[in-house]
């Protein structure tokens, strides 16, 4: 086991451990890509403000989003032990304010961004609108992890379908999410979420260059307590 690895799953471990009272059960989804899978554990933890959603990966990456009371995007922690990345961003007005290290080098950026939301959580931000059942464009902000960049994303309500889940058809309302402008129609992912309570399922899509093997990331496990 690689050091950085073993150190970000002890790291993970001990804040899965000491859960706050006020987090809600953990959610466990495998990112499959290709052969090569990844199983992330996420739960939600209430706060005064919001709440804040953890991420831990098994690849080592964690993330921490604090979102306000609408699920928006307060701040954001990425940390990537095997990529020597570690910052914490936050929005300022119409600018992301990043610092921290990206690949073992140094990181201070101000990414400018519109008046639009930031929603770096997408899986728990969108469920709101997803379970609104509107066709109407949604525009919002993320921010790439991995080459610390903002992208203007919308998303885009479909029809509802059945889906398989782990094993079992469920109902799900789909979402559709591309970038806007011109590179609108070369691009897009697919994302649904129980109608019953916005959470989510599924999500379908490729991150990278043409050629890169799709993307399915699938719930596997809700946790003992959660229905």
Same mark, same amino acid.
């Given at each position: 086991?690689?050091?950085?690895?073993?150190?970000?799953?002890?790291?993970?471990?001990l804040g899965?451990?000491?859960?706050?009272?006020?987090?809600?059960?953990?959610?466990?989804?495998?990112?499959?890509?290709?052969?090569?899978?990844?199983?992330?554990?996420?739960?939600?933890?209430?706060?005064?403000?919001?709440?804040?959603?953890?991420?831990?990966?098994?690849?080592?990456?964690?993330?921490?989003?604090?979102?306000?009371?609408?699920?928006?995007?307060?701040?954001?922690?990425?940390?990537?032990?095997?990529?020597?990345?570690?910052?914490? %961003?936050? #929005?300022?007005?119409?600018?992301?304010?990043?610092?921290?290290?990206?690949?073992? =080098?140094? $990181?201070?950026?101000?990414? *400018?961004?519109?008046?639009?939301?930031?929603?770096?959580?997408?899986?728990?931000?969108?469920?709101?609108?997803?379970?609104?059942?509107?066709?109407?464009?949604?525009?919002?902000?993320?921010?790439?992890?991995?080459e610390v960049?903002?992208?203007?994303?919308?998303a885009i309500?479909?029809?509802?379908?059945?889906?398989?889940?782990?094993?079992?058809?469920?109902? %799900?309302? #789909?979402?559709?999410?591309?970038?806007?402008?011109?590179?609108?129609?070369?691009? =897009?992912? $697919?994302?649904?979420?129980? *109608?019953?309570?916005?959470?989510?399922?599924?999500?379908?899509?490729?991150?990278?260059?043409?050629?890169?093997?799709?993307?399915?990331?699938?719930?596997?496990?809700?946790?003992?307590?959660?229905?």
């Amino acid at each position: 086991m690689k050091k950085g690895f073993a150190s970000a799953l002890a790291i993970g471990l001990l804040g899965i451990l000491a859960m706050p009272a006020a987090a809600q059960a953990m959610l466990t989804y495998r990112d499959r890509t290709g052969h090569v899978d990844i199983i992330i554990h996420i739960w939600k933890e209430e706060l005064p403000s919001g709440a804040m959603v953890h991420s831990l990966m098994s690849d080592g990456d964690i993330h921490r989003v604090e979102n306000d009371g609408s699920n928006e995007t307060i701040s954001y922690r990425f940390a990537s032990p095997s990529r020597n990345t570690s910052y914490r %961003a936050h #929005r300022e007005g119409n600018e992301i304010m990043i610092e921290g290290t990206l690949n073992g =080098s140094p $990181l201070s950026r101000r990414l *400018p961004i519109n008046a639009a939301i930031w929603m770096e959580s997408v899986e728990w931000s969108l469920r709101e609108y997803a379970m609104s059942g509107s066709p109407r464009p949604f525009l919002f902000w993320v921010l790439q992890p991995y080459e610390v960049k903002a992208y203007l994303l919308q998303a885009i309500g479909e029809p509802e379908e059945n889906i398989i889940v782990n094993g079992h058809a469920q109902a %799900a309302a #789909r979402v559709r999410v591309r970038p806007t402008g011109i590179l609108a129609p070369f691009w =897009s992912s $697919l994302y649904w979420f129980r *109608p019953s309570d916005g959470r989510f399922m599924r999500y379908e899509g490729v991150r990278g260059l043409p050629g890169t093997p799709k993307t399915v990331v699938e719930l596997i496990d809700t946790g003992p307590d959660s229905p």
